[in-house]
């Protein structure tokens, strides 16, 4: 049974941008606060990654390092929040922002889902993510706009439902085996309120039974329209890149 009492219908009312709107990097870049205005702009909810500086600042990024997309060697989580906010993503404008700065930029004007890259294993009790919910909550203290977090690793979440987070909170997950499904059945058994699933991996009987008991399902990352109507049809919203969901194919 899902945790979050209030209503949870925004997180599928409107195409989600997979690390905001960007262009596939050729300008515009993902997880910059250019493809957040640019969701923004077409009224898009947001998708983005946060990764944990070493000074316990959750900052929006997505690789564990800076070479794909800022050209340089270096493990984010042993650079300051500050450090990498010096970074230039992909050597145009944007830099890496920190959560702080990407929630002041959005100012709620669209829903937000936050994807927190966990270290540790996936199903380890040890992991190096000690403090990291705790300190996205903090961030998040005072925030109105509709926010939403998920992750593939369960400590994590099992922070966040500890914590009482007063946000959805949500399983990451992908795969087709039946080892997979047990591993995230223990998870949602958590009282998780929704599921972001990998669109090639879908349908499978874990997401059916996720659906018969109510809960919201995402898809990612739809890319094609064989994708998205892969999504349409077993999912409730998709988490989208590379085209204009609002856009008629056809024309």
């Given amino acids: 049974m899902a945790r979050y009492a209030g209503d949870i219908g925004w997180l599928t009312q409107r195409p989600i941008a997979h690390r905001g709107y960007h262009d596939m990097n050729r300008d515009v870049w993902e997880n910059t606060l250019t493809a957040f205005e640019r ?39 042993l650079q300051t929040s500050a450090e990498l906010g010096m970074r230039r993503i ?42 990291f919910a705790e300190a996205v909550l903090e961030v998040l203290e005072g925030y109105a706009g509709k926010v939403a977090v998920m992750s593939f690793n369960a400590n994590i979440l099992r922070d966040f439902i500890a914590a009482d987070c007063p946000h959805p909170v949500g399983l990451t997950a992908e795969g087709t085996t039946p080892e997979q499904f047990y591993e995230h059945e223990d998870a949602m058994d ?47 919203q998709m988490t989208f890149e590379g085209f204009d969901p609002d856009q008629d194919p056809a024309e």
């Fill in 39 to 77: 969701a923004v702009a077409q009224d898009f909810a947001i998708e983005c990654d946060l990764q944990f500086a070493c000074d316990g600042v959750p900052v929006v990024f997505h690789d564990e390092d800076l070479e794909r997309l800022c050209g340089l060697r270096g493990d984010v989580r």
């Fill in 90 to 131: 992909g050597g145009g404008r944007d830099s890496i922002p920190s959560l702080k700065t990407a929630l002041e930029r959005v100012a709620g004007r669209v829903p937000m889902i936050l994807e927190l890259k966990g270290r540790g294993a996936r199903g380890e009790e040890i992991s190096d993510d000690d403090g």
């Fill in 190 to 236: 958590m009282g998780l309120d929704f599921l972001a699933y990998r669109v090639e991996h879908l349908p499978n009987p874990f997401v059916e039974g996720v659906q018969r008991l109510g809960l919201p399902v995402l898809s990612w990352t739809v890319r094609t329209e064989e994708m998205r109507a892969c999504s349409d049809a077993y999912a409730h």
